[in-house]
C-alpha cells in the first residue's frame, strides 16, 4: 500500500498563508482522487479539497476561494495552499488517495499533520 506521509503544519495567525504538502512513497497509476480532509478531537473527518483522477477540484464552501489543491505527479507530492487563514480552519489535516491497485480498491491516509491558526 502507498504510504503517504504530510508535512508543513504549523501556528500561524489569522490572515496568513500555510502550505501543505503530502509524499506518497510511489507513483500511483490508477487514481480515482486524491485529497485533503482536516479533524478536530470528537468530530468527524470532514473533506477540505478534492483533485479527481480527470484533474477537476472539489472544494468546501468554508474553504472556496482561500485553499487551492495542487499536484506534482512529477515528485509524487500533493499539495494543499491555504490562504486568508481564519481560526476555525485550525485541525489535524489528512492527505489521502484513492486508487486501484491490482483491481483492489484501496484508501490510504497520511498521519496528519496540526494546523493552529491563532494570535
Known amino acids: 500500500q502507498v504510504q503517504l506521509v504530510e508535512s508543513g503544519g504549523d501556528l500561524v495567525q489569522p490572515g496568513g498563508s500555510l502550505s501543505l504538502s503530502c509524499a506518497a512513497s510511489?507513483?500511483?497509476?490508477?487514481?480515482?482522487?486524491m485529497g485533503w480532509y482536516r479533524q478536530l478531537p470528537g468530530r468527524e473527518r470532514d473533506m477540505v479539497a478534492l483533485?479527481?483522477?480527470?484533474?477537476?477540484?472539489i472544494y468546501a464552501d468554508s474553504v472556496k476561494g482561500r485553499f487551492t489543491i495542487s499536484r506534482d505527479n512529477a515528485k509524487n507530492t500533493l499539495y494543499l495552499q491555504m490562504t486568508d487563514l481564519k481560526p476555525e480552519d485550525t485541525a489535524v489535516y489528512y492527505c489521502?488517495?484513492?486508487?486501484?491497485?491490482?483491481?483492489?480498491?484501496?484508501?490510504?491516509w497520511g498521519q496528519g499533520t496540526q494546523v493552529t491558526v491563532s494570535l
Open positions: 489521502s488517495a484513492r486508487y486501484y491497485s491490482n483491481l483492489e480498491l484501496i484508501d490510504s
Open positions: 510511489e507513483r500511483i497509476s490508477k487514481v480515482i482522487n
Open positions: 483533485l479527481v483522477g480527470g484533474g477537476s477540484t
